[in-house]
């Protein structure tokens, strides 16, 4: 950052409709604005006023927020948010760990390490993965979910375009989610 003193933004995340968010919201204490919502931290992509945050915020600004579950639910997430912020020069608080805190060569040395814990975690699980297939294939019980034919991709993307759901395709086609947004080209 260059020195610019921004304004301290609040993130408030509750994810059912009947919590209330008060308790957040003090937490904060004195913030400019607060972006607040009511929805599940599982996809960052649902999450309307994170998007607006995002966009919201300048260099030289600071977001706070209570805790780091209620900015992101897996550390890779809270990761790449923080990353995000970073890169346009705006800073991370969370009141409950402030040992996390991104304006401070501390918290930046913590998220570090929880970077290189998520790795080796996801590295880990990969081999895990890896050994399980390699054994039931030794058994002969490994079975790749079955590849969608041409017409079966065509036909799967006009009923998503005409609004089926895509867990509903895959459904139907027998398919995993997965294999159906392999087969459409598209994530999530």
């Known amino acids: 950052m260059n020195g610019q003193i921004g304004q301290v933004v609040g993130y408030v995340r509750v ?6 968010e008060a308790r957040q919201v003090e937490a904060l204490s004195d913030v400019g604005r607060v ?4 929805v599940s931290g599982k996809n960052i992509n649902d ?3 994170l998007k607006e945050l995002l966009a919201y915020v300048r260099e030289g600004d600071t977001v706070r927020v209570k805790s780091p579950d209620r900015l992101a639910r897996s550390t890779r997430d809270l990761l790449d948010l923080v990353e995000q912020f970073k890169e ?3 800073a991370v608080e969370f009141v409950d760990n402030p040992a996390l805190n991104t304006s401070t060569p501390q918290g930046e040395f913590m998220l570090t390490i929880l970077a290189a814990v998520a790795q080796l975690e996801r590295a880990t699980i990969r081999e895990r ?3 399980g297939i390699a054994i039931a294939k030794r058994k002969g019980v490994y079975e790749r979910s079955p590849k969608l034919t041409s017409e079966q991709i065509a036909h799967a993307r006009e009923r998503v375009d005409a609004g089926v759901p895509k867990a509903k395709v895959a459904r139907d086609l ?3 989610r997965q294999t159906l947004y392999a087969a459409l080209g598209a994530k999530g």
């Open 47 to 49: 999450r309307e006023q």
């Open 88 to 90: 346009k020069g705006v």
């Open 35 to 38: 972006f607040s919502e009511k």
């Open 174 to 176: 027998g398919v995993s």
């Open 129 to 131: 993965q890896a050994e």
């Open 15 to 20: 994810s059912a409709l009947d919590q209330n």
